[in-house]
């Protein structure tokens, strides 16, 4: 049987172009004892991909030119010879970018088929949304009462790092890059305020920095005690310079900074850590599957629920897939960017 | 009575100068019911002052224009009218940079007079030790057989982290900016390496971060655990590249950028916050007044039998006062610099 694939041809020097992936036909090995057939329906692309195609070595290894992408995927059994998945089950797996694989079913997680549109597994169902609630519970240690930032919060993580933290009775700020985020975000998904970093009056001494922050101040004029940072960059300048006392800063990603084709200046303002005894944590949510299980049981219901709520971006056709993950980079996504596998 | 008291002149802009000190004669108020008169022995220069000549609002009130310094200082009561302070009693207060003061005697801390020279109240008994043993154990939560970097390694903070860090069963490395300063923190104090950051060989690219790191990973290769900063800038740039997953970064000051004129970039490699899942959490001594007591239950017994050895740098004179703070700030002290106010 033949799939298609989605190779990464080249590498990305900053911002990543159509050259960069390749479109590929392959023939599928036979279904032997102990795997399956699957046909891939939704795939994600997410921000940390970026970082897979560089040729560093990291908390996962890279990407290897000429070979297949790799990403969360959600796809149906068509054909099984393991006992433990019948044809016809919904399972994810990390064998996106492709139609169709063959796989150990061992490898492979079998999710409620009931739950519709099948792409929440991707999103507020899925790693998004834990990293989210890992990152304002496990590494930030959110109180109720506190006064929080998230940067991206018209993105996966950070619409629902947001909700999550309102629904904890708290003052939510997030900021977004445009007119119509801010206001998904506000009357949507119900934070406090909202920030357009895209459209912010000049400041005084001329750099964005100073006039998020300026802003961000408005927004949250008590200050910030958890900032919750997506963006890096800017951002994480401007959060620190309204951090209240004993604050902490959950760092998800710098999404601001992964197209940068060399290193930039980390924040002006280092000196507050000290002075407002802050604390930084960076977390990765591939560290936390031992809390899987209670994630699920506390948002499963909020989202049965309608409480928490949830947009997704969908693309459709497997061959769109690369155009997808580009403009995911560039902010073109409001919630979950998935991919439909046509 | 006239005492002698050293006031801020004014403010430095960047590097202090010997002008923003002024030394004044004061007429002391009578000695009134509850207060005592106090000659004080010696005073503390430290790092933290420097902020504290800025006007801006930080966690402790800015100095004012035209009124005396403080900082830590050890002196004798001579007069008392408060029965929980005999004449001849040793104490500690925050009432340095003079010669003579009046002062309720609530105020004042009595010491232990039989621990001399008494300026080790001061140092390795004192706030920096506290200071280093709090950011190791409370804040860093360093284990035994754990890899640590201390900057400001021949300093009255970093000598002792490092001397902990060592009697805790860790691989510790140092850097500190002479020679002699190396050959003391690895001889004297036991430290596993150190680095004279002050003399490394040119980077390929020419920043003096890039060198600094290269010297780190040369004298630590398996990476470091524990970062206690002292230092900030490049130090704290080059630690974060060699920071091996899960490590802790125990951020007590930032020297190299106390008298900079304008704020400086920080790290360039802030991604590495979340690829090793790092955090790093700033503190302040004076927020663990209640783990006192069992500070010196720990420390003092190693200062007693020579397992924690110490040195300090003294200068003559209450007059030589605003010198030696500038030269403690410019890296002129060997462990702690104190004043003796003849």
């Known amino acids: 049987m033949t799939a298609t694939e989605i190779r990464l041809a080249s590498r990305p020097k900053g911002w990543p172009t159509l050259d960069n992936f390749e479109m ?30 560089n040729d560093v ?44 694989f063959v796989a150990p079913a061992k490898e492979l997680r079998e999710v409620d088929a009931s739950i519709q549109p099948l792409s929440a597994h991707l999103g507020v169902l899925g790693m998004p949304a834990m990293t989210a609630w890992i990152g304002l519970f496990k590494i930030a240690q959110l109180q109720p009462g506190e006064r929080v930032f998230v940067s991206g919060a018209a993105g ?11 629904l ?81 800063i959950a760092v998800c990603g710098s999404i601001s900074r992964y197209n940068d084709e060399a290193p930039s200046a980390g924040p002006r303002n280092m000196f507050v850590v000290v002075t407002r005894r802050l604390t930084m944590r960076g977390f990765l949510v591939l560290d936390w599957g031992q809390e899987s299980k209670a994630f699920h049981a506390e948002v499963a219901p909020l989202v049965a629920s309608g409480r928490l709520k949830w947009r997704e971006t969908v693309v459709n056709g497997l061959a769109n897939a690369p155009q997808a993950f580009i403009d995911m980079l560039k902010g073109a996504n409001v919630g979950k960017m998935v991919v439909k596998i046509l």
Not at 36 to 44: E, G, H, K
Not at 77 to 85: G, I, K, M, T, Y
Not at 220 to 237: C, K, M, W
């Open 24 to 53: 590929v036909a392959v023939e599928l090995p036979a279904v032997t004892d102990g795997h399956v057939l699957v046909r891939n329906q939704f795939m994600s692309v997410d921000p940390y991909m970026r970082g897979r195609m």
């Open 156 to 166: 996966a993580v950070g619409s629902i790092a947001g909700q999550l933290a309102k």
């Open 168 to 248: 904890h009775g708290c003052f939510v700020v997030g900021s977004a890059g445009s007119a119509d985020k801010v206001k998904l975000v506000t009357e949507e998904f119900g934070f406090d305020a909202a920030i357009n970093y895209r459209d912010l009056p000049p400041a005084k001494d001329g750099t964005e920095a100073s006039a998020l922050q300026r802003a961000l101040a408005g927004a949250a004029p008590e200050g910030i005690d958890v900032y919750f940072d997506n963006v890096g960059g800017d951002h994480l300048e401007a959060a620190m310079g309204c951090m209240r006392d004993h604050g902490r």
């Open 57 to 100: 070595k990291s908390y996962v290894p890279p990407f290897q030119i000429g070979a297949a992408l790799q990403g969360g995927a959600i796809g149906e059994v068509v054909e099984s010879r393991d006992p433990s998945l019948r044809p016809g089950a919904i399972v994810q797996s990390m064998r996106g970018w492709r139609d169709l």
